[in-house]
C-alpha cells in the first residue's frame, strides 16, 4: 500500500509562486515516476510534470520554463516549483506515483491564483 500526502497549496497572487511538496509512504520501489497532476474546475485532468527515479523529466507545454520538478529519493519525495503563476493555474493539484504497474494518488491540494 503507498500513502501519498500534498501540501504547500493555497491562495497567491498572479506573478507569484508557490513550492508544492508530496511525500510518499509504504513500499515504495527504488524504480518509479512521481509527478504532478492538475484539474481545473470544468477541465479534465491533465499531467503537469513527472520525473522518474532516473531524472527523466516531463512537462506539459503549458508550463515549461515556470514550473520546476524535483525529488528527493532518499526522502519518497517530490517537489513542484511554480513561479510566474497566472490564473490559469489555479487547480487541485494531484501528486502520482507510478510504480510496477500501479498509479498511486494523493488526495489532492488547492491551488488558487488571484488577485
Known amino acids: 500500500q503507498v500513502q501519498l500526502v500534498e501540501s504547500g497549496g493555497g491562495l497567491v497572487q498572479p506573478g507569484g509562486s508557490l513550492r508544492l511538496s508530496c511525500v510518499a509512504s509504504?513500499?515504495?520501489?527504488?524504480?518509479?515516476?512521481m509527478g504532478w497532476y492538475r484539474q481545473a474546475p470544468g477541465k479534465q485532468r491533465e499531467l503537469v510534470a513527472d520525473?522518474?527515479?532516473?531524472?527523466?523529466?516531463t512537462y506539459a507545454h503549458s508550463v515549461k520554463g515556470r514550473f520546476f520538478i524535483s525529488r528527493d529519493n532518499a526522502k519518497n519525495t517530490v517537489y513542484l516549483q511554480m513561479n510566474s503563476l497566472s490564473s490559469e493555474d489555479t487547480a487541485v493539484y494531484y501528486c502520482?506515483?507510478?510504480?510496477?504497474?500501479?498509479?498511486?494518488w494523493g488526495q489532492g491540494t488547492q491551488v488558487t491564483v488571484s488577485s
Open positions: 509504504g513500499t515504495i520501489f527504488a524504480i518509479n515516476r
Open positions: 520525473m522518474s527515479n532516473t531524472v527523466d523529466t
Open positions: 502520482t506515483l507510478y510504480q510496477e504497474g500501479y498509479e498511486y
